[in-house]
């Protein structure tokens, strides 16, 4: 069954998901790269971004467990969904078609991607099979439409943080893994401040330390309706109620 899923999103220690005043010079918030580290030193990372003066020769950067997350983040997925943030700086209605992304002609999606906004715009074909699809009527429009698109595959949410916290409140996330780096921001969009997870029916089901991240793997039990009630009907601990979730969770995998 296709899942919605957040993939290798990076947090820092005190819980940030990127740095705050985004603008051309600072696309993650200032501040919000070094959130990344751990992934640009990837194979995974490298293979789609070389570093510059490099791009002719095969693939470097460092094989490993962070390796191994960033590229589980790419495997079976159909679709993308990307807040307006994530998509560019560009901000109220677009003037023009000039901006088409942060990442040049070829975007490492190949897939489409469909993008929550505010402000129509048509799609915008990329070379390497990347589409975006700019979705103004809400983001169960955007699943509904992405999960057609993945034709059975799972739709990456990609962020940013606002977006993600708008899916997460409302159920809508099956799956999510966060890469926490070793970094304090201090300031800028806060991913999980204000929502109970365990009580959305989420538990922390395992964690593995990696090169230059801990990786935190956080899945919900049941996308159903009665899973969102058992904590307020049953009167269940959240200790208790999360050991639960983590046991189905390892009967899943078995």
């Known amino acids: 069954m296709?899942?919605?899923?957040v993939r290798s999103f990076s947090v820092s220690?005190?819980?940030?998901?990127?740095?705050?005043?985004?603008?051309?010079?600072?696309?993650?918030?200032?501040?919000?790269?070094?959130?990344?580290?751990?992934?640009?030193?990837?194979?995974?990372?490298?293979?789609?971004?070389p570093p510059a003066g490099k791009e002719v020769e095969a693939p470097g950067g460092e094989t490993g467990v962070d390796d191994g997350f960033a590229a589980r983040g790419?495997?079976?997925?159909?679709?993308?969904?990307?807040?307006?943030?994530?998509?560019?700086?560009?901000?109220?209605?677009?003037?023009?078609?000039?901006?088409?992304?942060?990442?040049?002609?070829?975007?490492?999606?190949?897939?489409?991607?469909?993008v929550l906004t505010h402000h129509a715009r048509a799609p915008v074909e990329m070379l390497g099979g990347t589409t975006f699809y700019f979705v103004t009527d809400g983001?169960?429009?955007?699943?509904?439409?992405?999960?057609?698109?993945?034709?059975?595959?799972?739709?990456?949410?990609?962020?940013?943080?606002?977006?993600i916290r708008q899916y997460l409140r409302a159920g809508l996330v099956d799956e999510m893994?966060?890469?926490?780096?070793?970094?304090?921001?201090?300031?800028?969009?806060?991913?999980?401040?204000?929502?109970?997870?365990?009580?959305?029916?989420?538990a922390c089901a395992e964690r593995v330390e990696g090169e230059g991240a801990t990786h935190y793997y956080i899945r919900k039990r049941?996308?159903?309706?009665?899973?969102?009630?058992?904590?307020?009907?049953r009167g269940v601990d959240g200790v208790e109620y999360q050991e639960g979730l983590r046991s189905e969770w390892e009967r899943d995998r078995s």
């Open 139 to 163: 983001i169960e429009a955007a699943l509904e439409r992405a999960m057609q698109a993945a034709d059975g595959k799972d739709v990456r949410l990609g962020g940013g943080v606002a977006t």
């Open 74 to 114: 790419f495997e079976n997925v159909g679709a993308w969904i990307l807040g307006r943030n994530m998509f560019g700086p560009v901000r109220g209605p677009w003037l023009d078609d000039a901006w088409k992304g942060w990442w040049g002609d070829t975007p490492p999606y190949h897939v489409p991607v469909f």
């Open 13 to 49: 220690v005190d819980g940030f998901g990127a740095g705050p005043n985004q603008d051309l010079q600072n696309p993650l918030g200032v501040g919000g790269m070094a959130l990344h580290e751990w992934l640009f030193k990837t194979r995974t990372f490298q293979s789609f971004h």
């Open 222 to 233: 049941a996308k159903h309706e009665e899973s969102f009630g058992l904590l307020k009907d």
């Open 2 to 5: 296709a899942r919605l899923e």
């Open 177 to 202: 893994h966060l890469a926490m780096s070793p970094v304090l921001l201090g300031a800028g969009e806060n991913l999980l401040e204000g929502i109970d997870l365990p009580r959305l029916g989420y």
